[in-house]
């Protein structure tokens, strides 16, 4: 069940075991964010209300994730020094790695980020890794653009018009 409002702190104590999976909901400006954590890792950023794997309770990752989130969603913020382990496959890591190495305000096509990671012809292999970043934000998929130079969709336009105008 995901919760919205101020997070309870956590209780001092044990750290939570890496496997003990949470997530929480969070209002932002811009509508809820959901993020799940491991114990140890952000494990899943999404936009909007989720029901992700785990117990729905904030924690010390949750939070600071969800801060660095909002410090970025105020132009307060260009990268992210939160912990994460996403899950996904070797190749999907790699084209994830490179998606973080686009600078902020900057854009990128599929055709590029195959070229930039050594597999120039598996292009629409990169499209797919893309779509499957589990980390909205923290991974910047938002900055691959279409072969035309535009935003795949409405939410990826809104947060590349929010970098370009803080990039000025």
């Known amino acids: 069940m995901a919760s919205s409002g101020k997070p309870a702190p956590q209780e001092r104590g044990a750290p939570l075991a890496r496997d003990e999976r949470t997530f929480f909901t969070y209002p932002t400006a811009f509508g809820p964010v959901t993020i799940g954590a491991d114990g ?14 785990g117990t729905g309770r904030a924690t010390a990752i949750t939070t600071e994730a969800a801060n660095q989130v909002m410090e970025y969603l105020a132009g307060k913020r260009t990268a992210f020094t939160v912990a994460y382990a996403p899950a996904g496959t070797d190749f999907q890591h790699e084209v994830w790695k490179a998606l973080t190495n686009i600078p902020y305000g900057q854009t990128r096509t599929t055709r590029e980020i195959a070229a930039t990671i050594g597999a120039a012809e598996a292009y629409r292999a990169v499209g797919a890794a ?39």
């Open 40 to 53: 140890q890792a952000v494990t899943a950023v999404v936009l909007g209300e989720a029901a992700l794997p």
């Open 130 to 168: 893309v779509r499957k970043s589990p980390l909205a934000i923290l991974i910047p998929a938002h900055r691959v653009v279409s072969v035309t130079g535009k935003p795949t969709g409405p939410v990826e336009s809104a947060l590349l018009n929010l970098e370009q105008q803080n990039s000025r």
